[in-house]
């Protein structure tokens, strides 16, 4: 049987790259990796990674999801090359933190032209194929905040939500072509999404880098939240007190979705993120995660 042909975005670190790599060092070569970047500056770690896989099992390819020409010129030329896209994973990712009300907008489109504008473009380039072909499957990655909203990641979360929404809304009528669409929900994993914050110019963790014209209170619920002595600036304890998961997991989890005969359309990844899924769809009110939430914040009026 010929491999599948897994197109993955945002191959350069994190759970693209350990996903890539996973799939390439596949013992029965079921796969055939293309890893995608935006910044082929950027690949020194994904080739050492791949080792012996490196333009056998996996092919590196630039790829910029905020730009309609690279869309296009990259499924061009896979489609001459391969013929195909079986698989689709949708992983490329900007993190955000702020205080919503002083976010500049340009840091939001930022966010959404990779989070949501990117991910729905790449999507409607593979599906025309897909559906004459009767097969694929789209893997939307997506997060704690694509099912939770937490203070300070309204921006972020939102477009993880819209993530969602857009995945659960394709599902069913690509269904009726034999397309499968899953959505992976991890949360927290210890990626460099959050360090790249800073490249990005798409918030920080630090306490002074607020804007100075927050208001005290929600200066106070800040530092509380990510700067106090306990959590020593580690994001990952800050966002959550469960044990963060390794890049090396959720590829585990990719490669199960890719293979199974009947994949679901959601995937929490870890027993927290199931708690979580399961507090939200129990309660329509919304109360219990809003009161859960809030009782964890360590400050008071």
Same mark, same amino acid.
């Given at each position: 049987m010929a491999p599948k042909i897994v197109v993955i975005t945002g191959c350069s670190s994190g759970i693209g790259l350990e996903t890539a790599v996973h799939l390439a060092k596949d013992k029965e070569n079921r796969f055939k990796v293309y890893a995608t970047?935006?910044?082929?500056?950027?690949?020194?770690?994904?080739?050492?990674?791949?080792?012996?896989?490196?333009?056998?099992?996996?092919?590196?390819?630039?790829?910029? !999801?905020?730009?309609?020409?690279?869309?296009?010129?990259?499924?061009?030329?896979?489609?001459?090359?391969?013929?195909?896209?079986?698989?689709?994973?949708?992983?490329?990712?900007?993190?955000?933190?702020?205080?919503?009300?002083?976010?500049?907008?340009?840091?939001?489109?930022? !966010?959404?032209e990779t989070n949501v504008f990117g991910l729905i473009r790449l999507t409607q380039a593979v599906i025309p194929g897909m559906k004459s072909r009767r097969s694929g499957h789209i893997i939307n990655v997506s997060s704690a905040a694509g099912l939770v909203g937490m203070p300070f990641n309204a921006i972020y979360a939102s477009s993880k939500f819209a993530v969602e929404g857009f995945s659960e809304s394709i599902a069913p009528l690509l269904k009726k072509f034999s397309?499968?669409?899953? !959505?992976?929900?991890?949360?927290? !994993?210890?990626?460099?999404?959050?360090?790249?914050?800073?490249?990005?110019?798409?918030?920080?963790?630090?306490?002074?880098?607020?804007?100075?014209?927050?208001?005290?209170?929600?200066?106070?619920?800040?530092?509380?939240?990510?700067?106090?002595?306990?959590?020593?600036?580690?994001?990952?304890?800050?966002?959550?007190?469960?044990?963060?998961?390794?890049?090396?997991?959720?590829?585990?989890?990719?490669?199960?979705?890719?293979?199974?005969?009947?994949?679901?359309?959601?995937?929490p990844t870890s027993d927290a993120m199931r708690g979580l899924a399961a507090m939200k769809y129990t309660d329509p009110s919304g109360d219990s995660i809003v009161q859960n939430i809030a009782e964890q914040q360590q400050w008071k009026e």
């Open positions: 970047m935006r910044n082929l500056t950027k690949k020194d770690q994904l080739e050492t990674a791949a080792g012996s896989t490196l333009y056998k099992t996996l092919f590196i390819r630039e790829l910029d !999801v905020t730009k309609e020409n690279s869309i296009v010129e990259f499924i061009d030329k896979i489609n001459q090359e391969e013929g195909r896209v079986d698989v689709l994973v949708n992983n490329a990712g900007i993190a955000h933190l702020g205080v919503v009300e002083t976010v500049p907008m340009d840091q939001i489109r930022a !966010v959404y397309i499968s669409v899953s !959505v992976i929900e991890p949360g927290p !994993v210890r990626t460099s999404i959050v360090d790249n914050m800073a490249l990005n110019k798409t918030g920080s963790f630090r306490f002074e880098d607020l804007d100075p014209g927050v208001d005290e209170l929600t200066k106070q619920y800040f530092k509380s939240k990510f700067t106090n002595a306990e959590f020593k600036n580690d994001w990952s304890q800050c966002i959550s007190a469960e044990k963060t998961q390794a890049g090396t997991e959720i590829a585990n989890i990719i490669q199960d979705v890719i293979i199974s005969e009947e994949p679901h359309l959601h995937y």
